[in-house]
């Protein structure tokens, strides 16, 4: 209390309000805040009772002499300038700034020593008023005692030899376009406070290997011990087992200390809950992780969880979590461990404008919690989430790689989908390895014309030349081409990045897979949008031409599926049409003119050559179907002089036999 009476006394000579004032100076994180009105600053010091409230601005250390290397300008501005308001107390601040829980008990800890005397005095104050309150107030005494034991000097140490990090966001966007499927982050998790003990046999980095056996993208690993048997070990033991997936530190933090703490032991993401966090700390703490080269997962469970987190600049991942952990206890002071589990409020909160929001701002949205079966994750997946935090269906399971099937109804190993991508890739550079060849001139060429040379050139017509042939050669850019075999289904992934591209989409059924049938009964496709909604599907074709206009950007699925008993062989091509360097280059006036022209040439040449790729397909299904017929025709040449001579012998043998009959008959 001592601190908090010493800001109130501070703050009343100066104004009846005072602001704090983050201040980070030349590669050095501050020890204290220092509080500034208008007309004065004025530094204190502070005890540890008061550091809570504005923890996430220092980095403090016993001797105080902590320093973070390497710092760049970026770093610098880690924990910028900002005036926060502050009222009466701790917990003012906070609440201003929209976190819904307590730090820690506001009237002290229940328990009180007098002498030999212990009193258990329970109060408002110091009775938490839901789960994740309890949570957090036993946090702020672990993490103090953890804190002292290993203060950040020392930890800096542990943060320069620890593994480097993985590009965790990456992952579940690669992961997402691979299969199509939302990016899962699985979870290592013993136990909660809501289903007790989830698995008896935990061994963390067997079930980690069968996560990442399975397909995950991500790791998530419980850390806290105390109410979900989870340890910093764990993480540990995973990371240093050679588990290849990035890993999620999932922890309580109240502190930024704990992230440091976190990547010290091979994290490479960590989660911040909105609901503890006020927008301050939250901003701060996201910037030590980029700051690190961590993720930050910020965690809501309302509407205005969410709009505070929107509203913060760099917020990269946003983990909606559909279990409520803020159930307000009742007057008796006890709340109730409900946990109200609601997949539909990763919908709900996704709906509307903050969809529209996160879209723009390219947020990868997680949806967390209470998810078991397939159609839970379709659900999810058409509300938006472009990944999944999942624990309990799949930690339970004996085999928890065979978990992750069951949950997504598919196979999302590596093994599965690797012919499918390595036929694409062997396609793409076979056949379209001049087009590679020459997007990297062109790119190169592009780059040091604009650069160097072009104001310069006095000759114009050159310059077309150049631009026309650059231009001619970015055609090729977005080409997409890709022959395959289909069994039952196949699916692709297109991301269209700009809304109101234009998208060319065209497929011809080259051949079946049976001498005897040339298939007329063609293949089904179905086109969705980045958030499942349904664009366009065509069934029993054989061949098929279809444009749309992009309406939501984002990752567009084309599943084909073929319900003859024969495989396919498809060819299959994506065009996405887009006027980029109108936007980019046309800054100059006299440009704009000669841009548009060559722009508009560009599209036209795209166009054939896509309708040339499309005649092509239907040139080699001809091919193959007039090969394939006459192959039949020779068979069924074949086939009847066989029967021909067939029935010849026949006859001539039955004659014989006649003959023979005759003969015996006459001579009797
Ligand atoms: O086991 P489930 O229902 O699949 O949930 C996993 C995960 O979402 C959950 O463990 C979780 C989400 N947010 C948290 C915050 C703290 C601890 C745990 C969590």
Not at 510 to 532: F, Q, R
């Amino acid at each position: 209390m001592e601190s908090v009476m010493s800001l109130k006394s501070a703050a009343a000579a100066a104004t009846p309000r005072v602001s704090y004032q983050t201040l980070q100076s030349h590669h050095r994180l501050p020890l204290n805040p220092i509080f500034s009105t208008s007309r004065w600053s004025i530094s204190l010091p502070m005890s540890d009772r008061y550091r809570g409230c504005i923890r996430a601005q220092q980095s403090e250390s016993k001797d105080g002499s902590v320093t973070l290397s390497p710092v760049n300008e970026s770093e610098e501005n880690a924990v910028e300038n900002k005036e926060l308001e502050v009222g009466s107390n701790e917990e003012e601040v906070a609440d201003s700034q929209g976190k819904t829980i307590r730090r820690r008990p506001s009237t002290g800890p229940p328990l009180h020593y007098v002498g030999p005397f212990e009193f258990r005095i329970q109060s408002e104050g110091n009775t938490p008023r839901n789960i994740l309150e309890e949570i957090v107030w036993n946090k702020d005494v672990e993490v103090t005692q953890m804190k002292e034991k290993t203060p950040l000097a020392k930890m800096k140490k542990w943060v320069e030899n620890a593994p480097p990090v993985r590009n965790f966001v990456r992952a579940l966007r690669t992961s997402n376009l691979r299969t199509g499927l939302p990016g899962l982050i699985a979870e290592v998790k013993k136990a909660s406070p809501s289903r007790g003990v989830l698995r008896e046999n935990f061994d963390p980095v067997e079930i980690a290997q069968a996560y990442e056996k399975g397909g995950a993208a991500c790791i998530s690993v419980l850390t806290d011990k105390k109410y979900f048997q989870g340890s910093f070990e764990n993480l540990e033991a995973i990371r240093n087992a050679g588990v290849k997936c990035p890993l999620l530190c999932k922890e309580f933090v109240i502190d930024a200390w704990q992230i440091f703490y976190a990547r010290s032991k091979g994290a490479d993401a960590i989660l911040l809950i909105a609901a503890v966090l006020p927008d301050a700390d939250l901003k701060y703490m996201i910037k030590i992780c980029k700051m690190l080269g961590m993720a930050a997962l910020i965690e809501v469970h309302n509407e205005g969880e969410m709009d505070r987190v929107l509203g913060i600049e760099g917020v990269q991942l946003i983990g909606i979590n559909n279990r409520d952990l803020v159930v307000v206890a009742n007057k008796f002071y006890f709340y109730t461990e409900t946990f109200e589990l609601d997949i539909s409020t990763t919908k709900k909160l996704l709906e509307g404008e903050r969809g529209q929001l996160i879209r723009r701002k390219d947020i990868v949205v997680v949806g967390e919690s209470g998810l078991f079966t397939p159609a839970d994750i379709a659900y999810v997946q058409e509300s938006g989430v472009k990944a999944v935090l999942v624990g309990e269906s799949i930690v339970k399971k004996n085999d928890p790689a065979q978990g992750i099937s069951e949950l997504f109804g598919k196979d999302i190993s590596f093994v599965h989908s690797k012919e499918i991508a390595v036929s694409w890739k062997l396609l793409f550079r076979t056949e379209y390895s001049e087009i590679l060849l020459a997007k990297v001139s062109w790119q190169l060429a592009w780059m040091h014309v604009w650069r160097i040379s072009f104001e310069k050139m006095r000759i114009r017509s050159l310059r077309c030349v150049i631009v026309a042939t650059l231009s001619f050669l970015s055609i090729m850019e977005r080409t997409v081409g890709i022959r395959f075999v289909i069994d039952r289904e196949e699916c692709f992934s297109h991301n269209a990045q700009y809304e109101g591209d234009t998208v060319h989409v065209s497929f011809v059924v080259i051949k079946t897979d049976t001498p005897w049938h040339y298939g007329d009964e063609g293949v089904d496709l179905v086109i969705n949008g980045p958030s499942g909604e349904h664009l366009h599907d065509v069934h029993d074709k054989i061949s098929e031409k279809y444009e749309f206009v992009v309406r939501n950007s984002g990752i567009h699925r084309f599943c084909f599926n073929n319900k003859s008993p024969y495989h396919e062989t498809i060819d299959f091509d994506i065009h996405v049409g887009h006027l980029t360097y109108l936007d980019q280059h046309a800054k100059d006036e006299h440009f704009k003119p000669v841009l548009e022209q060559i722009l508009k040439l560009e599209e036209a040449l795209y166009n054939i050559q896509f309708e040339q790729h499309w005649l092509e397909a239907q040139t080699d299904r001809q091919a193959i179907v007039g090969e394939g017929m006459s192959r039949k025709a020779i068979y069924k040449a074949l086939f009847e002089s066989a029967a021909l001579i067939g029935a010849s012998v026949l006859q001539v043998y039955l004659l014989q036999r006649l003959f023979e009959r005759q003969l015996r008959t006459s001579r009797v």
